[in-house]
């Protein structure tokens, strides 16, 4: 397992936590350190009597430690592996006491008894019942939703821009009553559009129209595809059951973790990590969604793999998955696929002809620079052709210092609109942007 | 750059006010946007129907703008380093 000191430090919860980590990360202040296959662990002397005693659980990545602190991974566990990645000979090789193998057995038992929970008797009497309920809903507010699309077109968007912050308001509620909260996602979606910007008109047409195209889809469910059903119901917001995903064979492969980024949502924290796999050539992207102060379930470090089984989401081409099963965590290997912009916009086409629902599509490059001129950046390809990105600080000068205007391998995010960049490794640094 | 064009003026005045021109179309979408006409929708069902399609045409095959520029690389910083530190070794 290779990590590099700034992908220790990125696990941090705050700048607090980094400080003190790397203040602890010295062997005088561990009176123990140890290392077997399966974890890390070492006992520190702390303001109480008895040492801390700190373990990092090496195959899925987590971190456990006795102090009373509740930040997490707490100090000791960020020093701990801190030292480990700056010198990994210092630690001793043994064999597990019992204070670790009965932590990372519990981890264990609790992935298998997560599988296990369920076997409850379904009524399905009831369930049918609600789920035609349901239906019926949903047919109801789609016919409104209609309504109020057509009423929009008939009248001109000229004059959207004036009530630009409630005229989507009631249609989406009104889609939360309907149990289609996909549909009133995608009506939020419209209050987001800058309309001080040179095309809103386009961005509000294109999001209309594709809600519209979403409502004319679900209303035609009976006569689509399999895959087109499953797709065109996510859209509209019926879940589907991780549990039920989970019980599917899942696609094992060496997943690289390429990005992890952060969008907050009504008091929520989605964390998006995307991961391609290296011999089936597939994208996939995990997401966590974090209340304020828990813990992720799953620790992902750009700039790392994981061997690991994977089941994605039933859809066209689906790129969401979840975690089934995490064999180890490995260093990062991939250099970048395409090597121009015209392979990457041809991915771009592909994406956006098989799903018209597509925004935009995960593409990683060879030989990427990043280049600003005036207040304008731009990315240039091998060949020398650029292509404007949205400018936006501190990114801006973090790309540039981490360059110099070199080229680097990239993961992007490619839109019709924008190229926004992800993270970008070379020479066997990884950055995260 | 004129299908968007011609898309987005009808939505803005309204196709209450001025119907979608449907001969104006790429011949590409000529096809699908005769079987909506043809259909027995309201105006602006059609209206939705047919820009449906012609944007998924228009963002397949749209083209960011590009630009060729001088590329110079910023020469390699060069660090000067206590003996000893752990920087040293690391590169």
Same mark, same amino acid.
């Not at chain 1, 006795?66 to 707490?74: N, W």
């Given at each position: 397992m290779t990590f590099s000191e700034e992908q220790v430090i990125a696990l941090a919860p705050d700048a607090g936590s980094v400080k003190s980590g790397k203040d602890l990360?010295?062997?005088?202040?561990? *009176?123990l350190l140890c290392v077997s296959d399966k974890a890390l662990w070492g006992e520190c002397q702390g303001s109480g009597k008895l040492p801390y005693q700190a373990q990092v659980d090496l195959h899925n990545l987590a971190f456990k430690c006795?102090? @009373? #602190?509740?930040?997490? @991974?707490?100090k000791h566990g960020l020093a701990l592996l801190l030292l480990y990645v700056r010198d990994a000979a210092r630690f001793s090789r043994a064999a597990e006491p019992e204070w670790v193998t009965q932590w990372i057995d519990k981890r264990a038992d609790k992935v298998e008894k997560k599988s296990e929970q369920k076997e409850k008797p379904v009524d399905a009497e009831a369930q049918a019942k609600r789920s035609e309920a349901r239906a019926r809903k949903i047919a109801d507010g789609i016919d409104d939703l209609q309504v109020w699309l057509k009423d929009l077109v008939r009248n001109g968007l000229l004059s959207v821009p004036e009530r630009a912050y409630d005229f989507w308001q009631n249609p989406s509620k009104r889609m939360i009553d309907a149990q289609a909260p996909g549909l009133a996602a995608m009506l939020r *979606? &419209? *209050?987001?559009?800058? +309309? +001080? /910007?040179?095309d809103w008109q386009y961005e509000l047409l294109n999001k209309l129209t594709r809600i519209y195209l979403a409502t004319e889809a679900y209303k035609q469910l009976n006569s689509l595809p399999q895959d087109w059903v499953e797709e065109v119901k996510s859209l509209i917001g019926f879940t589907q059951s991780k549990e039920e995903l989970l019980a599917q064979p899942g696609v094992r492969d060496t997943w690289q973790v390429l990005s992890r980024t952060y969008v907050e949502e009504e008091q929520i924290t989605i964390e998006r990590n995307w991961l391609y796999g290296t011999n089936t050539g597939r994208y996939a992207l995990i997401l966590q969604f974090i209340a304020k102060a828990q813990v992720p379930e799953l620790n992902l470090m750009p700039g790392t793999s994981v061997d690991a089984e994977l089941v994605f989401y039933k /859809? !066209?081409? @689906?790129?969401r998955a979840l975690m089934k099963t995490q064999h180890s965590v490995g260093p990062f290997s991939i250099t970048g696929i395409y090597n121009d912009f015209n392979a990457a916009l041809q991915a771009l086409s592909d994406g956006v002809s098989q799903n $018209?629902? !597509?925004?935009s599509v995960p593409v990683l490059m060879n030989n990427v620079s990043f280049y600003k001129q005036g207040s304008d950046c731009y990315l240039v390809d091998a060949k020398g052709e650029c292509i404007k990105v949205r400018s936006h600080q501190p990114r801006d000068l973090y790309l540039l210092s981490i360059t110099g205007g070199r080229p680097f391998n990239m993961f992007l995010q490619a839109s019709e609109t924008e190229f926004e960049p992800l993270s970008l490794w070379a020479d066997k640094k990884y950055y995260v942007i | 750059m004129q299908l968007k064009e011609t898309l987005v003026n009808t939505a803005l005045i309204g196709t209450g006010k001025k119907p979608l021109p449907?001969?104006? &179309? @790429?011949d590409a979408l000529q096809a699908s946007a005769a079987m909506i006409a043809e259909s027995k929708h309201d105006e602006e069902t059609k209206f939705l129907s047919t820009t449906a399609a012609a944007l998924n045409y228009y963002r397949a095959g749209v083209q960011p703008v590009k630009f060729s520029l001088p590329a110079n690389a910023a020469p390699d910083e060069k660090k000067n380093l &206590? $003996? *000893? #530190?752990?920087f040293n070794s690391a590169e």
């Open positions: 990360a010295t062997a005088s202040k561990w *009176g006795s102090c @009373p #602190s509740r930040k997490f @991974p707490c *979606g &419209l *209050g987001k559009i800058n +309309y +001080y /910007g040179a /859809g !066209v081409n @689906p790129l $018209p629902f !597509v925004d | 449907a001969n104006e &179309l @790429p &206590l $003996p *000893g #530190s752990r």
